[in-house]
């Protein structure tokens, strides 16, 4: 764990600038700088950085935060990560605080894990580069492939030596210990006999999302025994889980944000050829059944999957289970085929780049009509069979968490199926209500509309807004004070008919507002919110960014806010005057208070009528009456402040 000392020493050290510079060309702008999109392909630079706010705002995709937040959003990083990487860029020592003798010894071993087999990974790498063996067989067999060296390079391909110890050896007299490397699947014991596990093999280092290898993938290039399996893969460790590991995902994460799609395959060599091609946004399940986590490590980066299959029957239909899982996760998915006889390696390498591309392009299908494709061919003109496709259809469909999406497939199959819209959300709704019936069901199955809502009825009631607009309101007043809470502005109002002007402070007007009538908050993270800026962040409530729960982070990053730079001739040229926000505070401020008294208000007032119709009591009722005339002239003054009409 890393102390709070060192944690506040790494964000004063911090230059968000000199962080986000290293991985976007940013230009000065005014006191900001502005530059293109880390996170999605723009060609009008919209990513603006303030050095003296110490945020980033991304206006092209509305993500924002500080330089802790940019880092683990743009690597995919976790809290403590992001730390770690600033703390190595500023040279700032981390000193954890003291862990038990257990975790001391579990953190030990899993650091010499990774020092092995980045070892091992280079050893692979020089093997390769560097001898006559490795030249002649894997550099021969790479290029033979059509992979360039600089794509070799960028997948830190290797070659493991045929003799069946030559690792081994050298691992264990540069003093790695033998336990480990048996462990990591590097060697095999026999008896007391060493030998190497992957000897004669090209090799595939798999990476996790930092760029360190976890495992190996190694593919034999000759051999006389056809039971010997054309690849083996490390054993799964601490470090390597094959299904919660894509490979490519190190080389493919920020290109999968850019591109907003993930393009999924089947082997190494398919994603090292669709880089090459220029298609970096691929990863592959490694021959592994598409899991539950895999889709999940896809979706921290993108809501879109694009499955590229090969063609075979046996395979597309094996997929279902697949389309099923990506769906239920609440992402979209499409699908993409190519020609007979060919897999995206070798397709890649009978068409240009750009002919890639396109086909790409042109044969992604939505999960609708490539299944209804595959299965209407089988069925043919059979009404039974054609009946279990709809089903089929169907079933998927449920499982889509998103009640919009599920409508527009209803149509979409609908249309392709040429059946009535009513008989499939009847259908839809059934299969929806048996899931919710399971003992294994959650929340996802409990929006089930009704099956077929009359004509004549009219439209349900939206219900009352009533927590919309606290909530709305609530949520302004934090941005406010986020943003501009140490921030003054002139004061109006009026002393008889003179009009007077004084000099507040946003933070302090709004709490004196609130306390004054002793209000609190609806929303709960809005009011824990509101008090850390009171108790610990007053000073800087913009350094609520920096927190290290993710609810409270991912939050301020959403509503910290930088205001474009504007050019000087817009004023002084062409006479256009252009008012910032920081500029409207007063308005802003009591225009966003009075909203809000007033809505609670309206609640009140509400509340009150409610309790009158319902009290036997005149006393009572006359009380009653009394507060709310109260109330009604509270609200008259609040809608004139905010020059609304009251219509009787």
């Known amino acids: 764990m890393i102390p709070k000392e060192t944690i506040d020493q790494i964000i004063n050290a911090v230059r968000i600038e000199e962080v986000i510079g290293d991985f976007v060309q940013l230009k000065k702008v005014g006191s900001n700088y502005r530059g293109l999109s880390p996170f999605k392909n723009e060609k009008t630079p919209s990513f603006y950085v303030s050095p003296s706010k110490g945020i980033y705002k991304d206006f092209s995709t509305g993500k924002g935060g500080s330089a802790i937040s940019f880092v683990m959003e743009h690597e995919k990083l976790s809290y403590p990560e992001a730390l770690r990487f600033l703390a190595k860029r500023y040279n700032i020592e981390i000193k954890e ?37 490795g030249k002649s067989v894997g550099l021969a067999y790479y290029r033979q ?36 490397l048996e462990k990591l699947g590097l060697i095999k014991n026999r008896e007391g006999r060493i030998f190497d596990f992957f000897h004669g093999r090209v090799m595939f280092p798999i990476l996790n999302l930092t760029g360190r290898p976890i495992g190996f993938g190694g593919r034999v290039l000759k051999s006389d025994n056809k039971e010997i399996a054309k690849y083996f ?34 082997g190494y060599t398919d994603v090292i050829a669709l880089h090459q091609a220029g298609i970096e946004n691929a990863v592959a399940s490694s021959g592994t059944s598409l899991t539950t986590e895999q889709i999940q490590l896809i979706k921290r980066f993108t809501q879109n999957i694009t499955i590229l299959y090969d063609g075979d029957e046996a395979g597309i239909k094996a997929s279902f289970r697949g389309l099923n899982m990506i769906l239920e996760a609440g992402m979209n998915v499409k699908v993409v ?17 750009e002919e890639l591309n396109n086909y790409l392009h042109a044969n992604a299908k939505d999960f609708i009509s490539f299944k209804t494709g595959v299965l209407l061919s089988e069925s043919g003109s059979d009404p039974i069979k054609k009946a279990k496709v709809i089903r089929d259809i169907v079933e998927s469909i449920a499982l889509v968490p998103d009640a919009i999406l599920r409508s527009s497939y209803v149509q979409t199959t609908s249309q392709l199926l040429q059946i009535q819209e009513s008989v499939l959300i009847t259908e839809l709704n059934a299969l929806r209500r048996k899931n919710a019936s399971k003992p294994e069901s959650n929340a996802r199955f409990n929006d089930l509309p009704p099956d077929l809502p009359p004509d004549d009825e009219p439209p349900a009631s939206m219900g009352d807004n009533t927590q919309v607009a606290f909530d709305f309101t609530e949520r302004e007043l934090v941005r406010l004070l986020i943003n501009y809470g140490n921030s003054d502005f002139d004061y109006h109002h009026t002393d008889g008919e003179e009009v007077q002007v004084g000099r507040l402070n946003v933070l302090e007007f709004i709490t ?73 505070l007063e308005t802003l401020v009591k225009d966003c208070l009075m909203a809000y008294l007033l809505k609670r208000v309206e609640t009140e007032i509400d509340k009150h009528r409610k309790l009158i119709e319902n009290s036997d009591s005149i006393d009572e009722q006359l009380t009653l009456i009394a507060k709310q005339k109260e109330l009604e002239r509270v609200k008259v003054r609040l809608s004139a402040e905010l020059k609304r009409v009251i219509l009787k």
């Open 512 to 584: 004196s507002t609130l306390n004054a009538d002793e209000i609190t908050f609806e929303n709960p993270l809005y009011q824990r919110i509101y008090q850390m800026i009171l108790e610990e962040y007053r000073e800087n409530p913009l350094m609520l960014a920096n927190h290290p729960e993710d609810e409270i982070r991912e939050l301020v990053s959403q509503l910290v806010e930088i205001s474009y730079s504007l050019s000087e001739n817009w004023k002084n040229k062409h006479y256009i005057f252009t008012e910032l926000e920081e500029h409207l």
């Open 97 to 133: 605080e003291e862990l038990t003798a257990e975790q001391i010894q579990e953190q030990n071993e899993r650091e010499s894990l990774l020092v092995i087999l980045q070892y091992a990974q280079q050893f692979f790498s020089d093997y390769l580069w560097d001898t006559d063996e």
């Open 337 to 353: 085929l190519f020609p007979d006889g060919d897999d995206p390696d070798s397709y890649s390498r009978k068409v240009s780049n």
């Open 233 to 266: 893969n490390s054993p799964e460790s601490e470090l390597y889980n094959k299904s919660k590991t894509l490979y490519g995902i190190y080389q493919a994460k920020s290109r999968i944000s850019l591109e907003d799609n993930c393009y999924l395959v089947e």
């Open 145 to 180: 492939r059509g992979f360039s060296d600089a794509t070799i390079k960028k997948f830190k391909l290797g070659y493991h030596p045929e003799g069946r110890d030559i690792f081994a050896k050298k691992a264990i007299a540069d003093g790695y210990k033998q336990e480990y």
